[in-house]
C-alpha cells in the first residue's frame, strides 16, 4: 500500500512539471491534423481509385 501512494505522489509531482498546451494552440493543431488528414485521405483515395481504372483497362484489353 506505502509504494502504491508513494508512487502517486511521485506522478502529482511529475505532473506539476508538464507544462501544458493552450486552449488555442490545442486548437490549431487540431484542425491542422483534421487537413492534413483530410488531404491523405483524398490523395491515397484518388491514386486507389485511379490505380484501380488503369487495371480494369489492361485487363479488359
Known amino acids: 500500500m506505502k509504494a502504491i501512494i508513494n508512487y502517486l505522489q511521485e506522478v502529482r509531482v511529475e505532473l506539476k512539471k508538464v507544462v501544458w498546451p ?14 492534413i ?8 483515395g484518388g ?3 485511379g490505380l484501380t ?6 485487363i479488359l484489353k
Request: hydrophobic letters at 60%; glycine letters at 0%.
Open 22 to 35: 493552450k486552449r488555442e494552440q490545442v486548437v490549431k493543431l487540431t484542425v491542422i491534423i483534421f487537413i
Open 53 to 58: 481504372k488503369l487495371l480494369e483497362t489492361l
Open 37 to 44: 488528414s483530410t488531404l491523405v485521405a483524398v490523395y491515397m
Open 47 to 49: 491514386l486507389d481509385f
